[in-house]
T-cell receptor
Framework: GESVGLHLPTLSVQEGDNSIINCAYSNSASDYFIWYKQESGKGPQFIIDIRSNMDKRQGQRVTVLLNKTVKHLSLQIAATQPGDSAVYFCAENTSGTYKYIFGTGTRLKVLA | KAGVTQTPRYLIKTRGQQVTLSCSPISGHRSVSWYQQTPGQGLQFLFEYFSETQRNKGNFPGRFSGRQFSNSRSEMNVSTLELGDSALYLC?????????????FGPGTRLTVL
């Protein structure tokens, strides 16, 4: 199957701090990207998306940055809260392929 | 608006059996994708359907198959189950006004093969 994902890196942050989760995507032709949050026992939940004609997009407490030169995506979460504890995945899509390729995932732990 | 629903939520089967999983997309969504999620391999794409046609398929053996009905509901089937098929099977739907619409996931079906 197609996926990157043998080991799950973990990011631990103090409650109230900002979190930055990084993702290296695989295909330079990818033109649409999504960040998902997955809590234990649940399906991935949409957080924010960005198209390749943008390099930054902001949502509520979250910002996604896209650097196409180095094929890098990041998710910034402001004022991290205990409810943000979850696994975060980036997903990339290339027009015409009708499929998403998911990154390894990063586990975010929020310390009280 | 109701989200993506998947049935059953949990399933236990033995090796050699077959299984059928069901997915009902968000109302109005016409594209349905299936993924397999395991701790070792992460989220892997199985296949995508739109208007009852499979438009793409991941690198899985032919034991994995799917279909989509005229109401956009989808099923996937796994025949001759193996222990390694134990996983969380996720369904996602999108509007598909274009092929880069946001996918929304269901809660998944947890399949355990004994």
């Amino acid at each position: 199957g197609e996926s990157v994902g043998l080991h799950l890196p973990t990011l631990s942050v103090q409650e109230g701090d900002n979190s930055i989760i990084n993702c290296a995507y695989s295909n330079s032709a990818s033109d649409y990207f999504i960040w998902y949050k997955q809590e234990s026992g649940k399906g991935p939940q949409f957080i924010i998306d960005i198209r390749s004609n943008m390099d930054k997009r902001q949502g509520q407490r979250v910002t996604v940055l896209l650097n196409k030169t180095v094929k890098h995506l990041s998710l910034q979460i402001a004022a991290t809260q205990p409810g943000d504890s979850a696994v975060y995945f980036c997903a990339e899509n290339t027009s015409g392929t009708y499929k998403y390729i998911f990154g390894t995932g990063t586990r975010l732990k929020v310390l009280a | 608006k109701a989200g993506v629903t998947q049935t059953p939520r949990y399933l236990i089967k033995t090796r050699g059996q077959q299984v059928t999983l069901s997915c009902s997309p968000i109302s109005g969504h016409r594209s349905v994708s299936w993924y397999q999620q395991t701790p070792g391999q992460g989220l892997q794409f199985l296949f995508e359907y739109f208007s009852e046609t499979q438009r793409n398929k991941g690198n899985f053996p032919g034991r994995f198959s799917g279909r989509q009905f005229s109401n956009s509901r989808s099923e996937m089937n796994v025949s001759t189950l193996e222990l390694g098929d134990s996983a969380l099977y996720l369904c996602a739907s999108s509007l598909n006004r274009g092929d880069t619409d946001t996918q929304y996931f269901g809660p998944g079906t947890r399949l355990t093969v004994l």
